[in-house]
C-alpha cells in the first residue's frame, strides 16, 4: 500500500511500480492520497480503505512519502482500525514501491517484500 500525501501521487507511484513488475502483479496493490475532499494531507478513512482492500491475512507493506503519512498509519494501527502491517517506515517512495511490488509479485513473504523496499532505499549508484 502506498500513502501520499497527494492522490495523484500516490496513483501514479502505483502504476509505475505495477508496470514495471510486469503490468499483471500477483501482489495487491493499493493507493491512498491526500485528502477525503481531494485536497493534498492524508486521510485515515482512505488509509483504512486501501489497506482492507489489499490485506490478504498475511499483512500490508506500507509504503509512505512524508513523516504525517507515516503518523497517520500508526495512529490506525494502534487504533486497530487497520489490518495488521508492517509498520511504516520512510522508505523512498518510488525506488521502495517498484522493489516491494516487483518481490511481492513473485509471492514472497511480507518480511522479503518490506526488506527490498529497505534495500531499495539505501542502494546508492556508483
Request: net charge neutral; hydrophobic share 50%.
Amino acid at each position: 500500500m502506498l500513502v501520499s500525501h497527494s492522490a495523484a501521487v500516490a496513483a501514479s507511484v502505483a502504476e509505475l511500480a505495477t508496470g514495471l513488475a510486469g503490468g499483471e502483479t500477483t501482489a495487491p496493490v493499493a493507493a491512498a492520497g491526500g485528502t477525503v475532499d481531494g485536497g493534498l494531507g492524508t486521510s485515515a478513512e482512505l488509509i483504512s480503505a486501501a489497506a482492507a482492500s489489499v490485506d490478504r491475512g498475511a499483512g500490508v507493506a506500507v509504503l509512505t512519502d512524508l513523516g504525517s503519512a507515516v503518523l497517520t498509519v500508526k495512529a490506525l494501527l494502534a487504533e486497530g482500525r487497520a489490518p495488521r502491517q508492517q509498520p511504516p517506515g520512510g522508505r523512498a517512495l518510488r525506488r521502495g514501491a517498484v522493489a516491494a511490488v516487483v518481490t511481492a509479485s513473485t509471492g514472497a513473504d511480507l518480511a522479503a517484500v518490506e526488506a527490498a523496499a529497505a534495500e531499495a532505499y539505501t542502494y546508492r549508484k556508483a
